[in-house]
């Protein structure tokens, strides 16, 4: 099974792992796009930098397979779930703090056309691969940015729309816990309640 790379202008961008196994689609285009140059990111990756492509839960699609995910700890101390194919355990995105998480952060390398996507901002440059040449263009910060100053204005209304939505979302899970059971368990006890369609 290939994935061919295919040469698309606009959304969605589809992607997915090494195998095949795992597909996943982004039915919008992205919040922002960064490379994160931390040292973590180079360790994570085994490469110069991290190639992030954020996008809203909502905006966000597994289209075949199930992922697994593997929580990762971070240098603050928190934690994120990577999501790897089961299979040929290709890294596909992340999700930072929760599951539930607003944002997901997609490894541009797996798009099926990683070329649509170049970075806005490069990030952390104060550890970056000294032959890294960051081009002129691209606004380039030391550690990290302040994405209020830095996203477009459309991007933060998109992020703050999808935060809300997890909020409501929250929201009505805690009301109907204590009547009924939760709507539909896992085997993990752990899978989302939307926007994490299933495999079709
Ligand atoms: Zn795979
Ligand atoms: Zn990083």
Redesign the pocket.
């Known amino acids: 099974m290939s994935t061919k790379r295919q040469h698309s202008a606009g959304p969605p961008f589809e992607g997915g792992c090494a195998c095949g196994k795992v597909r996943y689609r982004m039915t919008a285009e992205p919040m922002f796009v960064h490379c994160?140059?931390?040292?973590?990111?180079?360790r994570?990756t085994g490469g110069p930098?991290?190639h992030?492509a954020m996008i809203e839960f909502s905006r966000f699609e597994v289209t075949l397979g199930e992922p697994a995910f593997v929580l990762v700890p971070t240098d603050s101390g928190g934690k994120h779930w990577v999501a790897r194919c089961p299979a040929c355990r290709t890294a596909m995105w992340n999700e930072h703090g929760t599951r539930q998480a607003v944002t997901r952060y997609v490894r541009v390398g797996t798009l099926d056309a990683p070329a649509a996507l170049p970075p806005r901002a490069h990030?952390?440059v104060r550890s970056k691969q000294p032959w890294v040449v960051v081009p002129d263009d691209a606004p380039s910060f030391r550690g990290y940015y302040d994405a209020a100053k830095t996203w477009p204005a459309e991007s933060l209304a998109r992020y703050a729309a999808a935060k809300a939505l997890r909020a409501e979302e929250a929201e009505a899970e805690r009301l109907a816990k204590p009547k009924t059971a939760a709507k539909k368990p896992t085997p993990t006890g752990r899978g989302s309640k939307s926007g994490r369609p299933r495999a079709k």
């Open positions: 994160c140059h931390c040292t973590r990111c180079q994570e930098f991290a992030h990030i952390f």
